[in-house]
């Protein structure tokens, strides 16, 4: 069956980078994708990358994918307080919302 | 431009009680799908609805059931309430199908 683990807790302080790692068992997985909540909110897709790339970069996140340790990870560079939420990494066999897996998110606290 | 709209953003029920949640997706969007994210866990895929037609179930209860309307907007339905149904309730929608999806504020149902 599909299942996606995550860590949950993370803390980071102000200005250094953050880390968020997943992993995944569905070898099916075509899109991993890196959602964001932020307290009372809906969630924000941040990035998404396709089963075939082992990176993408946009801004201040990377996305590592690793295929055959079935592992995803997601770096925030130069962390701020904004970044403080929780996240959420997910996969699908097609990009887009059909069945979509969630892990079980990511609290990522920043320390002044 | 509007994003996805919940509606409503809480509320309170009694077990046995029955809910309807709504959803209006993004202006030209025609695909909503409905998750459920119980507190503490990622959401949970309940269903998807393409042009009208049911194009995806997750392992929920006959309680469970949606439907999308002529103008792509969606109710959800939960009969017969448990407090296990407690939760908040997220309609996403896409431009199609297989595209990015775009999650609303979601509806926080308490039962009680």
């Known amino acids: 069956g599909e299942d996606v683990e995550q860590s949950l807790f993370l803390s980071v302080r102000e200005g250094d980078s953050s880390v968020i790692n997943c992993t995944y068992t569905?070898?099916?997985?075509?899109?991993l994708y890196w959602y964001k909540q932020e307290p009372g909110a809906g969630l924000q897709l941040l990035t998404y990358?396709?089963?075939?790339?082992d990176m993408k970069q946009d801004q201040r996140l990377t996305v590592l994918l690793n295929k055959k340790d079935k592992h995803l990870s997601l770096r925030i560079a130069d962390t701020q307080t904004g970044d403080s939420a929780i996240y959420f990494c997910?996969?699908?066999?097609?990009?887009?919302?059909?069945?979509?897996?969630f892990g079980t998110g990511t609290r990522l606290t920043i320390i002044p | 431009d509007a994003g996805v709209t919940q509606s409503p953003t809480h509320l309170i029920k009694t077990r046995g009680q029955h809910v309807t949640l709504r959803c209006s997706p993004i202006s030209g969007h025609k695909s909503v799908s409905w998750y459920q994210q119980v507190l503490g866990q990622g959401p949970q895929f309940i269903f998807q609805y393409y042009e009208k037609e049911e194009r995806g179930r997750g392992n929920f209860p006959d309680r469970f059931s949606a439907r999308q309307f002529p103008n792509y907007s969606s109710e959800l339905n939960v009969n017969a309430l448990l407090l296990g149904d407690s939760a908040l309730y997220l309609c996403?929608?896409?431009?199609?199908?297989?595209?990015?999806?775009?999650f609303g504020q979601g509806t926080r149902l308490t039962v009680v």
């Open positions: 996403a929608s896409s431009l199609l199908r297989d595209t990015e999806a775009f």
């Open positions: 990358i396709f089963s075939n790339m």
């Open positions: 569905d070898s099916s997985s075509t899109y």
């Open positions: 997910a996969e699908s066999r097609l990009v887009g919302n059909e069945k979509l897996t």
